[in-house]
Each structure stands twice: as C-alpha cells, then as structure tokens.
C-alpha cells in the first residue's frame, strides 16, 4: 500500500552527504551507474604500475570483486572497465554497439553521442533540479532535487536518490524520513510501484535544461532522447574504423572527409584505410603509371609494364640478366 509522505526534513540533508561516486548496485538495474570511465583512463598507466596488472586480468579481477581501484578511488563495474581497455585495444569494437561507457545515450547517423559525467548525471535524475516549479513532494529529501528515476522504500514509501539513499544508508541503515530500519534490498525503482504511477508520471513531466548546454529546455522523459538526436551543443565521435577524435557536428563531419582511419576504395577496386592510400598507389596499385627503371620512360601503367618490357631497349644490368641465367 502506497503511504503518503510526511514533510520534508531538511535537517537530514545536512547529515547524510552523497559520496563522490557510489558502490555500483546491480539489484537496481544499473540506470544510476555514474563513473566517469575517461578518469579511469587517465590513470591506467599509474594502476597498472602499482598493481602489476599483467594483460588487464588485475584490473578486471578488481572490478569483479567490487573492490575500490587506486588512483580513481572508487568501484568500478566489470562493464566499464571491459569498455576501458577496448578504447586502449580495440575502439572499433566499442563503435560497434548501441551503447557504451562512452555513448551512454546512443548513436547520431552512426556516430556515438559522446558521453559526459554531466550528461550521465542528468539523464541519469542525479544533480539536476527542475527550471519549472514542483510540489514538494516530487523531491528527493536528501538532496531536495526532483526525485528523477527515484527508488522508493518498500516498508514506508518514501523515495530518493538511489546514490543519496544509498550513502545514507551507508552511515545509517535507516529510512531518512521516518527513520526504519533499511537496506538497499527493500527498495524499488518508483517506475515499478503501481501505487506511484502519478508520482513517476509527474517527475517524468518535469522539465529540465539541457546538461550539454544548448539552451533547450525538455521533459526529463525526452531528455535522453534530445541529447541524442537534437542538442547541437554534444560532441560525437569519428564514425571511422578506430579512430578517436570526437567534435561538434560540423566539427566532426569535415575531420571525416580527410580521416585516415576511414575505408576508401582505390581506382584499382582495392578497399584499404586512407592512410595507407598514397604507398598502395606508390608501390602497388596497378592502375598507377610509373617510369620503366631500364629505359627510363615514364607515363606506363604498371600492370601493363611486362608487356613494355617486351619493347624495352634500355640497358639491363648486368647482375639481373646473371640471377635469370642461375
């Protein structure tokens, strides 16, 4: 049975304090998972000196065991981590799915939406109040910002923050509210309560600006769907093989004309990346016209220089005509 909620308590939210970053809590389907995988890519070098980390297996069994990893000081997900070492070993397999710990909300015309602790905050309902007016009863009383994918406690049905309640939690295993006794296996998300549809359903309609700073200003529920398709302010990645360079739109679109990472197709109907282009056609493109290195002519495309060969009246030196003789 859905049970109203009492008044607000500031008092709590000056004594339970949300932690910098937050044990991950699988039971509560990961939508408030908030690490910010890029710092744990400015110190992987430094991890991987002090712990040894021999092919990332140490790094992987530290993030299994939901152990606290040095230099980012905080517990990361195996899937963050596995995202991690990708970037380092293998980014075109991340541009290959729907989403990653670097494109949390998707593709734009192929390319990942690049991902930001702010963006994922906000699209996520931490750090991010309304721009319109709201019932009190719509906030989450620790942090008093809307109660956005909120979880509610099933003995009293007050909700929060899943990362503020569970900070205070990790001081006092107590409701903040009314003060019984808790764990974060007696909540559900607030979606899933049928007794709080209106209470979702209201939180869902609050509008909130854009994190990426555009201007705009949306529902909640669009949110994630308006960074992804709409915000002309986000960065997006390369569409091409591996490369790593991210941008605005325009940005973007004209570093893809010129990529080298990019598959292009020679005059010869060979695919090869870009880069490699210009020594295919130095060296092997058949297409290509080159000068006979006997006669010195120039101008001959190379896959018809055995036939020239046949007319050629330049001097061969010596030490090739002995090899064909031997």
Sequence with gaps: VFVPHPPARPQF????????????????????????????????????????????????????QGRIIPGVRA???????????????????????????????????????????RIDNAISGCGVDSVQDYDAELQ????????????????????????????????????PECRAEVTMD???????VKQARFL??????????????????????????????DCHSVEMFCRHGSCKTKGGERTICAHEATCGEALVECQCGQFLLRKNLPKHKEDDCPMERASCKY??????????????????TGAVPMAEVWKLMT
């Design 13 to 64: 939210h000056q004594h339970f304090h949300e932690p910098k970053m937050a044990a991950p809590e699988p039971n509560l389907q990961g939508s408030d998972e908030l690490v910010d995988v890029h710092r744990l890519l400015a110190t992987m070098d430094r991890i991987g000196e002090r712990l040894q980390i021999n092919d990332w297996s140490g790094l992987r069994n530290l993030a299994a």
């Design 75 to 117: 517990r990361l997900s195996t899937p963050v981590v596995e995202d991690a070492i990708k970037y380092m070993q293998d980014f075109q397999s991340i541009k290959a799915q729907p989403k990653s710990s670097f494109h949390t909300c998707g593709k734009r015309d192929g390319r990942m939406v690049a991902t930001s602790n």
């Design 140 to 175: 989450c009383n620790i942090c008093l910002n809307p109660a956005f994918a909120g979880v509610m406690i099933n003995q009293c049905g007050h909700h929060f923050h899943p990362r503020c309640l569970r900070g205070a939690l990790s001081a006092v295993a107590r409701c």
């Design 186 to 192: 007696d909540v559900r998300p607030i979606k899933d």
């Design 200 to 229: 979702w359903q209201s939180l869902c309609a609050l509008r909130v600006k854009c994190p990426a700073d555009c201007g705009t200003h949306v529902k909640w529920e669009s949110l994630e769907a308006h960074v992804r398709d």
């Design 295 to 312: 006669c010195k002519k120039e101008g001959i495309q190379r896959n018809q220089m055995s036939k020239h060969y046949s007319e050629c």
